[in-house]
């Protein structure tokens, strides 16, 4: 009764920290805008000079009652439209809405923007990136994170790899390359210019001056013969410590899946080393060892009477009883479950020497294979009988 309180013991805590991880996990990595949810987090589209482009964007009411939405942008009104800027949603309803892109600047560059939505108590700002280029650029320019500077900071460094291809084959040594970085108002909060070399990758590092915490767009420019190449890159603005709490938070969760499959492997181990279970388990081990060594030996004698049928019905019989005596054990630890479970210890232990009587004549084979051996099969199996095995129903 003891051990059965202990696994209820650990098996409600086990339960207790999944969810609480579960919990702890989706607080904070997964948290949201209260009463609506959006399919994409980002809308980042490039388009030729006076082209045009579309988007699609689902948005779902997530609570339990009637909301109105509203849908409009910030800093994007002469390059973006939508096609239904109000509407209303019940609960759990999506709706998905086009965003239509155009230029009518007509300047080839890097624009930024939101989508913002409305509800009455809740807001969301999806970031947009609008790239307006030519219809050919002479230059491909790939920017990606330095591993070191992957985190940034106010008043932090901001670390670029960046690489220019030549497409057009212009086979110029350097280029003139231009910088600058936007927040999402379409503002440029620093810039800056430099000669690079083809062909070659560069480390850009700049100092960043003291913004607000949020995201920001890194902007390399390359004019060339009245043509424009550029490339953008999307960095996040942080707080130290809140880096700091999102780093010990990933700890946690380490820890308590950690502390979890320890427990998981606790209550295996512990099931795993009742005295009982393992004592049947190594008694029913030894039984089908011993049958299937004697069946071997049947097989050995049989097969010096070069009879086919002899042989296929000692292979028929050797696997009946293989699959009887496995039979027969699944339905002992059953029996053993059962008594352990209403706490029957003696009859258990009873229960436990007459299966290990049983096994001890081989009472599956004596079935079987004395319908198959032969009359001269003792002299093959006189080691058998002198470690006690009853092997009379061979004769």
Not at 116 to 126: N, Y
Not at 133 to 160: H, M, R, W
Not at 181 to 187: D, L, P, T, V
Request: glycine share 6%; charged share 25%; hydrophobic share 40%.
């Amino acid at each position: 009764m003891m051990v059965k309180k202990k696994w209820i013991f650990i098996s409600v805590l086990i339960i207790f920290l999944a969810i609480a991880g579960f919990v702890f996990v989706k607080m904070n990595y997964f948290s949201g805008e209260a009463g609506l949810a959006t399919n994409i987090i980002l809308i980042k589209l490039n388009m030729e000079t006076g082209g045009e482009a579309t988007d699609n964007i689902r948005i779902t009411n997530t609570e339990m009652i009637q909301r109105d939405f509203s849908v409009y942008f910030n800093k994007l009104d002469n390059l973006a439209s939508i096609d239904e800027k109000t509407f209303s949603l019940g609960p759990g309803e999506s709706k998905e809405i086009k965003v239509f892109f155009k230029d009518n600047i007509r300047e080839v560059g890097v624009y930024t923007g939101q989508l913002i939505i409305e509800t009455f108590d809740a807001v969301k700002k999806i970031p947009i990136i609008l790239t307006v280029e030519g219809s050919n650029p002479p230059f491909a320019i790939i920017q990606s994170t330095i591993p070191k500077y992957e985190n940034v900071y106010p008043n932090g460094k901001l670390g670029v790899e960046i690489k220019v291809f030549d497409l057009d084959y212009v086979s110029l040594p350097n280029v003139h390359v231009k910088y600058s970085i936007k927040n999402f108002n379409n503002e440029i909060i620093w810039s800056d210019e430099e000669d690079l070399t083809l062909g070659e990758s560069m480390n850009k590092i700049i100092n960043l001056p003291n913004v607000p915490l949020g995201d920001y767009v890194f902007i390399t420019t390359i004019d060339y013969a009245e043509t424009q190449s550029v490339s953008s890159y999307l960095f996040n603005v942080v707080k130290k410590d809140k880096l700091a709490y999102e780093s010990s938070n990933f700890f946690i969760v380490i820890i308590l899946i950690f502390v979890v499959g320890s427990l998981a492997l606790l209550f295996y181990f512990i099931k795993r080393s009742d005295d009982l279970l393992i004592k049947l388990q190594k008694q029913q081990n030894n039984e089908l060892q011993n049958n299937i060594n004697l069946l071997n030996s049947c097989r050995a004698k049989v097969r010096t009477f070069r009879n086919k049928k002899k042989i296929r019905e000692w292979k028929l019989a050797r696997k009946k009883i293989i699959k009887g005596i496995r039979h027969k054990h699944k339905i002992q630890r059953i029996q053993l479950q059962n008594l352990k479970k209403h706490g029957k210890k003696n009859e258990v232990s009873r229960k436990l020497n007459s299966w290990k009587k049983h096994g001890f004549k081989m009472v599956e084979a004596e079935k079987e294979m004395k319908k198959v051996s032969g009359s001269n099969i003792n002299k093959q199996l006189s080691d058998f009988k002198k470690q006690g095995y009853r092997i009379g129903f061979l004769k």
